[in-house]
């Protein structure tokens, strides 16, 4: 099942949240959805599911979700950290959950033991933890084994090993062919469990593709050599970008190969030739840039 | 919208305050019914109270029963909203329509069955009372029939009344409070300056001192009220379920 969002758009007064926003969530592969505070990631996600009033539209597999006769079967969604009434159940609120798709009783046993709750199943959720109740909430989502995931910050919370468990977990079920969309602030987890990210900032897309493609976009050939003025003559004459750092060179636009080669060719002695990888940290500061809403001052 | 209707089931059947509300609803207006009735056979129908050999009042113990009952209506969009679970109820039916149309029936439906629960506690606490007080058990007659019908819908669209209070404003206090405040605070006074004014009329217009009329009134009279009551309720449900429909969730 692919997501496909298109054009979506919602202002709030005369600050436009999400701007014309389009991307695709392919199955197969989970998606990270990044971007920084107040970038529209949650409102995106709402308006996904038309629990927002907006401009555009989303389609789960062709159609949109109001027009699927068991949406819960369609998408599963955890969006809020507590979604669930505390003096109610975690069993409880399952079977209510369980009804729109109308699945047994052993279903809901099934996914609270997955999910490490079954020892409290019959307990009132007022006194989970944090990472109880993103584990309660992950329960709802995949409860009737829907087709696609749309989950909001569902690591904040959770210690490592739950962290690794939500991981290979998503993973799984995305391999299995559904599409799964992860929103977080946790960019090195991210780097592990997505395989596609979708980056926003005020609203507004700024990097659609794998991590691959998005952090080789932003990496560089670090050159040190015995004549930098020369060779970073040579390699613009070639088309590169050369950034002159002291006795060094940041090259873009050009393969190592062919920096190897405009300098032999041109008599500089090269001392050090590697490719320098840019992290997913570093490449979602640089598409990101001003675009936190709320930004720090001076952290000194 | 049978799936919208199961939904609506398990949430108000697994909390439980649905199930206190409904016992204090019983118990309540009962233990009150049972003093009233030993008060009065106490000191006899010479002192002010009903004709020996009949019961009275039941009228007076139904807005006290409705005033318990409001919470469960106003639970019904004030938690969801209150607890953000309002987003997964419509992410699991994304049309509106239906589970709004949903709660009112299951609310309804589980008011009818808590009204008429309370409506016979409270008979059968006036008929204890009034042996206690060695008069013997009466029963309240208007109890029975179209008079007792007219009783448990009162009931109902009180309730409902607090329901859609709490869909248009999204605030579960704001429903609750508000019904009963106009009905034991705004509108006596409403009436009793329409008392000195001579507007008679004026129990045509006002929702609950209607809505009360229906139960203490026969006849076409009584139904006219309870349809005025009924306009009401329609009179606040309609702008919410358009808000509901149409705004951020």
Redesign the interface.
Known sequence: MTILVEHLGKSFGNVRAVDDLSFTVPDGVVTGFLGPNGAGKSTTMRLMLGLDRGEGRTVFDGKPLRDHEHPSRVVGTHLDARPFLPGRTARDHLRMLATEARLPESRIDHVLAMVGLAEVADERPKSFSLGMAQRLGLAGAVLAEPHALMLDEPANGLDPQSIQWLREFLRHYAAEGRAVLVSSHLLSEMQLMADHVVVIARGRLVADGTIDELVSQRSDVVVRCTDPARLASLLRSAGGTVAEEGQALGVVGLTTDEIGHLAFDGGVTVLELATRKASLEETFMQLTGDGQQYAFGEAS | MT??L??E???IS????TWALIGLAMLVPAGLALFVAWLVGSLGSEAGGPPDGEAGGLAGFLPLTAAVLCAIGAAAFG?EYR???I??T??????RTPIFIAKVLMVAMVIVIAAILAITTIVLAQALGGVIAGTGAVWDETAWGASGVRAVLYIVLFVLIALAITALTRNQPVGIIAPIVLAVLVEPIVSAIAFVQGWTWIDWVLPFSGGAAAVSTDGAEAWGHLAIFGCWFLVIAIPAWVLFV????
């Open positions: 799936g919208a199961r939904y089931w398990v949430r697994t909390v439980r305050s938690q607890h953000g679970l987003r997964i419509l992410a699991t039916f994304p049309r149409r705004r951020d969730a």
